[in-house]
């Protein structure tokens, strides 16, 4: 029997976003299947309202209240396809919670994303910003999604290269509201080396030699190192890294180095990636706080919502740290989350 999806009206949203900020949906509705997604939309459509996609709420920011229609995906569901040798997909629906699935893989022996354990958010949500952290991004091993095409409103698979992946990008961020992903593909390996080369990964795991190392032991690494560094949302509400590393032209950071001789940067194929956290502390943001909202004191990157702050409040001390960046290096820091609400910034 088709389980027609039920929409509610006027939902709390707080619960709902790892900023932990207030704001409510004129309408939400949760989907357990693309058959309930494409219902739900066609409502909308029929209704003429907006539409907001949610994940796990981790990498956006409520500016105020949402007037149309909040879809929560819950598509859950993990599957191994394709098992031979040493190889396997692993598919993922995309309301299952990222980490979990991480640990998953880890525990049955497969590499490929155990460097990208502890990252907030579901599956579905991991493509879209192409998530990475030390050493690993998650185009390396992604094979394809499949995802509701909301222009045709028929289901598609995209494979890597239609997913058009970039740093922190993707083809579903630079076509925003046009797919909605409903499960995703990921090719993993029991055998190829693992990813120790990021320089707090070597410090931790010290001498330990790769072949006494599994995935397991590698994850576990990078919770310890993310824990130490990174504060939990439960406990204290942020969206994670609120910046992106900006990339510069390498002329622009010879002229930086001169001036700063200590600034951090990698080269990379289109110039040099600077250390947005290093560019926040240096400009005396780190640690700080007001009577709401702050920067974390170990991780310049990540903005908290310390004492019941507002959308509002995150993102005007989002923008007085742009501006003071831009003051004192010259470079403009891009924000990660998407912003949605009655702000009129736009949407994720």
């Known amino acids: 029997m088709t389980r027609h999806p039920e929409i509610r009206e006027n939902v709390e949203l707080e619960a709902l976003n790892t900023l932990h900020v207030p704001a409510r949906a004129r309408f939400f509705v949760e989907v357990h299947s693309a058959d309930e997604l494409v219902r739900s939309l066609d409502w909308a459509a029929a209704e003429d309202h907006e539409v907001l996609i949610l994940g796990g709420g981790s990498n956006l920011v409520f500016a105020g209240d949402f007037t149309g229609l909040v879809v929560c995906l819950a598509i859950r569901g993990r599957r191994w396809e394709h098992i031979e040798d040493h190889r396997a997909t692993l598919v993922l629906g995309a309301g299952e919670n990222w980490h979990e699935a991480v640990l998953y893989a880890a525990r049955a022996g497969y590499r490929g994303i ?19 952290a030390y050493g690993v991004e998650l ?12 222009k045709t409103g028929e289901l598609v698979p995209l494979n890597n290269a239609e997913c058009r992946f970039a740093y922190r990008d993707s083809l579903f961020k630079q076509t925003p509201g046009r797919y909605v992903i409903t499960e995703i593909r990921l090719g993993l390996s029991r055998s190829q080396p693992l990813v120790l080369g990021y320089r707090d990964l070597q410090d931790y795991l010290g001498d330990t030699p790769e072949s006494a190392l599994d995935p397991v032991h590698v994850a576990e ?40 001789p200590d600034i951090v ?31 974390h004191n170990r991780q310049a990157l990540v903005l908290i919502n310390h004492s019941g702050g ?29 912003i949605v609400g009655d702000s009129g910034r736009g949407n994720p």
């Open 114 to 132: 155990e460097n990208l354990a502890l990252i907030p958010g579901t599956a579905g949500a991991a493509p879209v910003q192409n998530i990475g």
């Open 310 to 338: 507002t959308g509002a409040d995150i993102l005007e001390l989002a923008e007085t740290i742009r501006r003071s960046v831009a003051e004192r290096f010259g470079v403009t820091l891009e924000m990660e989350p998407g």
């Open 139 to 150: 185009c390396d091993c992604l094979e394809s999604v499949t995802a509701l095409d909301r």
């Open 265 to 295: 940067g990698y080269p990379q194929e289109q110039g040099v990636k600077l250390a947005a956290a290093w560019l926040i502390d240096q400009s005396g943001w780190k640690g700080f706080r007001n009577a709401r909202v702050g920067v």
């Open 221 to 260: 690494a990078v919770m310890a190192i993310r824990r130490r560094k990174l504060p939990d949302p439960d406990i204290i509400p942020n969206a994670g890294s609120f910046f992106k590393n900006p990339v510069v032209d390498g002329a622009i950071f010879e002229s930086l180095r001169e001036r700063h």
